[in-house]
């Protein structure tokens, strides 16, 4: 059977009616399918993802192109910088340090196979009939799938879920050929460290591209046409980041709008406006990281019923229900944060009603992670946003320079910041900057997911010396208790 067949792949061998159809086979998709295969209904997935190298995957965008790989590299380069800039802090002495690319970006590659890997052997341990090639929703209850070679099969299926994804927003003015200006895909395969790389968008794709390639030698520039920094963070948090990033070497131009860019002579021209006037860069490879769009094409047919909204996501209600009944979208393609856990949750919740279950997505609990160093991690309300509310607050901050844990790993940047209410004491939102912030949000998460005060926190013990003491303190410090730094 070749890739391109559109058969069956799985346990299953029937083909043609399902309980549960769905399109799409990243982590909003796949996720659906294992859970509907789990509540005992009969499922295909289908998706069409392909490598560079022609051969199909599962996982989408995320674990081929996206989220995987680009941590992967983070990694990496994060370790490559430390040997150079900080080991003889810790006395280890390293006579030279020598970067191999090549064996970078193997690993990469074999983190990434693995796991896309591992969704297909999922799919064949929970049942899922997987199918790879292009998925349509012809009708209400008929899916068509279309192989690489043209060949066609019709699903028949009680429910459909619609979870095709997002895609790199391109600029018209910035047309891209794959090689010198290049999306994010591109950008974490290159074979050599550009010397010069610029990078147009300073949102989470081009903050941690831009943090890979300048710690392995690149002369990074970043340019943003908004005139604020990660406006979607807490705007404290933003100004310490700024100061890292620009600590760290990138260039990071704001307010800044590209006009047009054109590859001469081996190298990429480009040429940007902003309050100073117009400017020019020269770079030797150009991202562009200004965002993603949902991916909608050839993804149903005229007519069905399925609807988009002005900015091209397809329009569901607080269940993901689109207009067409027993039809579902989840993830990239529906309203919301264009983030995996939050498209994962919702396949979840999906398969779970369409089995009689209780299903249902807390939208005011997802947290955000950039993955750079220091990391940046929040949930919740930023302070400017609370403030709007009109709510009484208090503030709480700990910095890490006061955790003995982050002294002893070098990495006592940043800090944690809880914002509470004044009246009942209820945690709004938890922002963090600093070692592990990832990891550290999750409790915030938790807390806010059952409504804690900043008292649950301050009364929960958190061990000793430990990073997450810095969340402990920062709730103390909201009502000027901290132990272990100067309440203001």
Not at 83 to 96: C, M, N, P, R
Not at 157 to 176: D, E, N, W
Not at 336 to 348: C, D, T
Request: charged share 20%.
């Amino acid at each position: 059977m070749s890739a391109a067949d559109p058969s069956p792949r799985g346990d299953s061998a029937a083909a043609g009616q399902f309980d549960v159809v769905v399109i799409g086979g990243g982590p909003a998709g796949y996720p659906a399918a294992i859970r509907a295969a789990q509540n005992k209904l009969k499922v295909a997935c289908i998706d069409e993802w392909k490598n560079r190298d022609g051969s199909y995957a599962f996982g989408g965008t995320c674990l081929n192109a996206g989220c995987i790989p680009s941590k992967a590299l983070l990694e990496s380069s994060e370790l490559y910088h430390r040997a150079q800039h900080e080991f003889a802090v810790h006395g280890i002495k390293l006579s030279s340090v020598a970067l191999d690319l090549a064996a970078m970006q193997k690993r990469r590659a074999g983190i990434v196979k693995t796991m896309t890997g591992g969704i297909t052997a999922l799919f064949k341990a929970n049942g899922v009939t997987a199918y790879q090639g292009h998925g349509r929703l012809v009708a209400p209850g008929q899916v068509e799938v279309t192989g690489g070679d043209g060949a066609r099969k019709l699903l028949g299926a009680r429910h459909v879920i619609l979870a095709s994804g997002s895609m790199p927003v391109q600029l018209k003015s910035v047309p891209q050929d794959g090689q010198f200006i290049v999306d994010s895909w591109n950008a974490l395969e290159f074979d050599a460290v550009p010397p010069r790389l610029g990078v147009i968008g300073a949102g989470v794709i081009g903050l941690e591209l831009g943090s890979v390639w300048r710690r392995l030698g690149s002369d990074v520039t970043v340019i943003e046409a908004l005139d604020s920094f990660l406006p979607m963070a807490d705007q404290a948090v933003a100004k310490e980041a700024l100061k890292h990033f620009k600590k760290l070497g990138l260039n990071i131009t704001l307010g800044a709008k590209v006009s047009d860019a054109a590859v001469r002579d081996g190298a990429v021209a480009v040429n940007y406006t902003n309050a100073q006037g117009e400017h020019s860069l020269v770079v030797d490879k150009l991202v562009v990281a200004v965002g993603r769009c949902p991916f909608t094409d050839g993804l149903f047919a005229p007519g069905v019923g399925v609807t988009l909204d002005a900015r091209g996501f397809i329009e569901v209600d607080e269940h993901c229900h689109t207009k067409v009944p027993n039809v579902w979208a989840v993830g990239d393609v529906v309203r919301g944060p264009m983030l995996a856990h939050k498209g994962k949750e919702e396949g979840v919740m999906v398969a779970d009603l369409i089995a009689g279950l209780y299903g249902e997505v807390n939208y005011k609990t997802i947290p955000s992670v950039i993955y750079t160093a220091p990391e940046i991690a929040w949930v919740g309300q930023t302070e400017e946003q609370a403030k709007a509310s009109g709510r009484p607050l208090k503030i709480g901050s700990f910095p890490f320079t006061a955790s003995g844990r982050a002294r002893a790993m070098e990495a006592s940047s940043g800090f944690c910041k809880v914002v509470a209410a004044a009246d009942d004491d209820e945690i709004l939102g938890v922002h963090i900057i600093g070692p592990m912030a990832g990891e550290l949000i999750a409790e915030a998460v938790l807390a806010m997911e059952y409504s804690a005060s900043a008292e649950d926190i301050q009364r929960t013990i958190h061990a000793h010396p430990t990073l997450s003491e810095a969340l402990h303190e920062a709730a103390l410090a909201a009502d000027k208790r901290a132990i272990d730094s100067i309440n203001r």
